[in-house]
C-alpha cells in the first residue's frame, strides 16, 4: 500500500484502529478511552469476543481478577458493557489486508470489505490468527444454490417455514440447533456421535428440546448433499455408525465443524516476527513498526503468558505508550478512575464540563 500523506478519498480517520475484537482487543478499546483516545476495531468474525465467544461461549473461567466464574459469554458482554462509554465503531465480518505506514506519521489500513482507515496508531490484538470456519467437503455440495449451505450462525427469522439441518456437535452447533426449535423452526441436529464435544448446559438445553420433539437428532455422517434441478437443497444423506444411509430431508444446511485460526496478511506487513507470534519490546508492547502495538495472543516477549489477565496489562501499557507517543508535550500522569474527575468525565460517569 502507499504511503502518501494526503487523506485517502473516503477512508476513516481515527486515533486508533484496533485489530481482532477478542477480549484483549475490547480492553484494549477501554485503555485507549481512558487516555482520550477514539477507537475503530475490525474483525473478521462477524460477533465480538474472539476466542471466548467462538470456542468457549458456554465455559467457566475462573481466572479473571474479581470474577470469580464467569462464561466466555459473560466476560465479552461485561467488557462490551465497560468500553461503551468510549463508543467504539465496531466493524464485523471483514479482515484486515494490508497496513503500511504513511509519511505523515500514520497508518494507512484497509480490510477485506474494502474499509480504508487512515490510524494514528494500530494495536494489533489478532489472537492466534483470523478465525475461519472449516468447510464441510460433501459430493454434492458445490452444484447448490449459495442460500442453501452456511458455516456461519443462522438468521433465525430468515429460517421461517425451512426445514433446517445443522451439522456438528459443539457448542456452536447446538445453540444455533437449539435457538432454532426455540423459534419455532423445524430442525435436525447430525453429529457423528450420540455423545457432544459441547458444554453441559448446551448438551441439557438440547436434551430438553429433544425430549418434546422440537429438536431431532441424528447420529451420523454426512455423504451426499442432494437437491432438486433448480439447485435447492432437498436433504442430506448420512451414514449411521451401523454402516446405514439415511436421508435426512432439508432445505437448509448449517455447519458447524469449529474454526480454524490463519495468521493470515498479517505475515506480510513487514513486521518482525518469530514463529508465527509478533515481537515486542515489553515496556510498551510496541512492534517493530513504531506506532503499532501488539497485545494478547498474538506477541511474544520473554515470559509471555497467553492468558487473558496478561493481555490486560499489555493493552494498558500500550495505551499508555501511545498516549504518550501521540501526545510527547502533555503531561502524562497516573490518575485512579476513582478519584480522577478527568477519567470520570471520559467514563460518563460525570458529565462533561464537570469539575
Ligand atoms: C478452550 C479454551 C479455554 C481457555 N480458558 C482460558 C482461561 O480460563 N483463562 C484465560 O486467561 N485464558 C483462557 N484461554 C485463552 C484465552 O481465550 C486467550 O488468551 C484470549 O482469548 C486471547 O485474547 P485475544 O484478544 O488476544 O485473542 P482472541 O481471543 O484470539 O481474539 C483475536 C481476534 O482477532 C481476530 N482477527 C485476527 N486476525 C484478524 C485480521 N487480520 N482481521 C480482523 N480480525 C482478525 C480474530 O477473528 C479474533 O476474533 C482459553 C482458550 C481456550 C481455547
Not at 448449517?254 to 493470515?264: A, D, I, Q, Y
Not at 495472543?297 to 496478561?310: A, R
Request: proline share 7%.
Amino acid at each position: 500500500m502507499s504511503g502518501g500523506g494526503g487523506a485517502s478519498a473516503g477512508a476513516i480517520e481515527t486515533d486508533a484502529l484496533v485489530i481482532g475484537a477478542g477480549p484483549v482487543g475490547l480492553f484494549q478499546v477501554f485503555q485507549l478511552g481512558l487516555q482520550d483516545l477514539r477507537c475503530h476495531v475490525v474483525d473478521v468474525l462477524s460477533q465480538p469476543g474472539g476466542q471466548c465467544a467462538e470456542l468457549y461461549p458456554a465455559k467457566p473461567i475462573y481466572d479473571i481478577p474479581a470474577l470469580p466464574v464467569c462464561s466466555g459469554t459473560e466476560l465479552v458482554e461485561r467488557l462490551l458493557q465497560q468500553v461503551a462509554p468510549f463508543d467504539p465503531v465496531l466493524h464485523l465480518g471483514q479482515e484486515v489486508e494490508s497496513l503500511a505506514p504513511r509519511a505523515d506519521g500514520r497508518f494507512d489500513i484497509g480490510t477485506s470489505a474494502g474499509t480504508q482507515f487512515i490510524a494514528r496508531a494500530v494495536f494489533i490484538a489478532a489472537g492466534v490468527g483470523a478465525f475461519s470456519p472449516r468447510r464441510l467437503k460433501l459430493p454434492g455440495l458445490d452444484t447448490l444454490a449459495a442460500s442453501c449451505v452456511s458455516h456461519q450462525a443462522p438468521d433465525v427469522s430468515a429460517c421461517q417455514g425451512q426445514t433446517v439441518l445443522v451439522h456438528g456437535g459443539d457448542d456452536r452447533a447446538l445453540d444455533w440447533a437449539c435457538r432454532l426449535a426455540e423459534h419455532g423452526v423445524a430442525v435436525s441436529l447430525l453429529y457423528r456421535r450420540d455423545v457432544y464435544p459441547a458444554a453441559p448446559e448446551q448438551v441439557r438445553r438440547l436434551e430438553l428440546l429433544a425430549s418434546q420433539g422440537r429438536v431431532t437428532r441424528r447420529v451420523g455422517q454426512p455423504t451426499q448433499a442432494r437437491a432438486d434441478a433448480a439447485g435447492q437443497l432437498t436433504g442430506v444423506d448420512h451414514l449411521d455408525p451401523s454402516g446405514q444411509t439415511h436421508h435426512e430431508p432439508a432445505t437448509r444446511l448449517f455447519v458447524s465443524l469449529g474454526l480454524s485460526p490463519r495468521l493470515g496478511p498479517l505475515s506480510s506487513w513487514g513486521l518482525q516476527m518469530e514463529r508465527k507470534l509478533l515481537d515486542v519490546e515489553p515496556s510498551r508492547f510496541e512492534t517493530s513498526l513504531p506506532g503499532v502495538y501488539a497485545v494478547g495472543d498474538i506477541n511474544s516477549y520473554p515470559g509471555k503468558l497467553k492468558l487473558i489477565v496478561c493481555g490486560f496489562h499489555e493493552a494498558t501499557l500500550a495505551a499508555w505508550a501511545a498516549a504518550h507517543r501521540l501526545r510527547p508535550d502533555a503531561p502524562h500522569h497516573l490518575e485512579y478512575t476513582t478519584s480522577s474527575a478527568r477519567l470520570q468525565r471520559l467514563l460518563g460517569v460525570l458529565p462533561r464540563g464537570a469539575e
